[in-house]
């Protein structure tokens, strides 16, 4: 819209004016377009929304292929997809070069199709991990928690296998998995690892107490002949983790049951006693981040104390 060029005086009657051209008034100013409905054709209903129902299998069914996962080394690649029963189970194949049809865990092994090397039949696998890489095994180890029939008592399972086995055994490769926290009403939980420790595992477990999750040491899991486990850390609370250093249970969180309270828990060491370090009243947030590299005598937290929101102190 351009105005004209003429002055306007106050009190005369303001009438901006418009050049027009060869065109009538509609199409300088054209009717109002509705904002709320787009045009429809008068007779013709139309919708949103599709009447068709979307099928119980898209909504609910298993996926094709989740979870990938490579292995430490690169050589192979793991994830979770359906069997010929549509449970869910681990499937393993090497990692192709891009552009070639040569494999990378080796020039003698071109073939790429992947392996289930689990065998559920029942109740699909829900998540699992590669273990830390060990250059002087040259294993590869998957680990993985199962139920028995949906009884909720999660084991955690161990499946070793090596380039060799995967050679030789071609698509009949199947690895034998093995329970590394047996036991009756036994349920395994938190599983930690450290790429400094690749022979060790940290599981938390209720075999001791079944309501309360101690922390369990297993060494040597690929070897069935040398294999321990060894109760590593009795649960003061209800959260712990590991130092990254160490690889020992050093911090805690323990809750107060009667007025909601959180106390930060930590020690030096797996042999020292539990040390108060702060707590955090009912409506207060507050974390553990790490321990400095100073041998433990200092770490980084997150505390909502004393201001509005969390700091890093």
Request: glycine share 4%; hydrophobic share 30%.
């Amino acid at each position: 819209l351009v105005l004209s060029s003429s002055v306007w005086k106050q009190g005369d009657a303001w009438s901006p004016q418009v050049p027009v051209t060869g065109t009538t008034k509609d199409s300088v100013f054209p009717p109002p377009v509705s904002l709320t409905a787009p045009p429809t054709t008068p007779g013709v209903v139309t919708t949103t929304t599709s009447a068709e129902i979307i099928p119980r299998e898209v909504l609910f069914g298993n996926p094709t292929v989740s979870s990938p996962k490579l292995s430490p080394d690169g050589r192979f690649i793991a994830y979770l997809s359906p069997n010929q029963n549509n449970v869910m189970n681990i499937h393993v194949r090497p990692v192709t070069k891009s552009g070639s049809s040569e494999s990378a865990a080796g020039d003698d092994d071109n073939d790429s199709t992947p392996r289930v090397v689990t065998q559920e039949m029942s109740r699909g696998i829900k998540n699992f991990k590669w273990a830390e890489w060990d250059p002087e095994s040259n294993i590869y180890a998957l680990l993985y928690l199962q139920d028995k029939n949906g009884d909720e008592n999660f084991h955690l399972y161990c499946l070793c296998f090596t380039h060799d086995d995967w050679l030789l055994s071609k698509a009949a490769f199947v690895p034998v998995p093995r329970d590394l926290t047996p036991g009756h009403n036994v349920k395994a939980s938190t599983l930690i690892t450290n790429k400094r420790f690749p022979n060790q595992l940290l599981v938390a477990t209720n075999e001791r107490n079944p309501s309360t999750f101690d922390v369990y040491r297993i060494e040597n899991f690929r070897n069935p002949q040398t294999t321990t486990k060894t109760l590593d850390t009795r649960n003061p609370g209800c959260i712990y983790k590991a130092d990254a250093e160490s690889f020992e249970v050093r911090f805690s969180l323990l809750r107060n049951q009667q007025d909601s309270s959180n106390t930060l828990l930590v020690r030096p060491s797996k042999f020292d006693p539990w040390k108060e370090l702060v707590t955090f009243p009912f409506g207060e947030e507050g974390s553990f981040v790490d321990f400095c590299n100073d041998g433990g005598k200092s770490c980084y937290i997150l505390s909502s104390l004393n201001r509005d929101t969390k700091a890093l102190l």
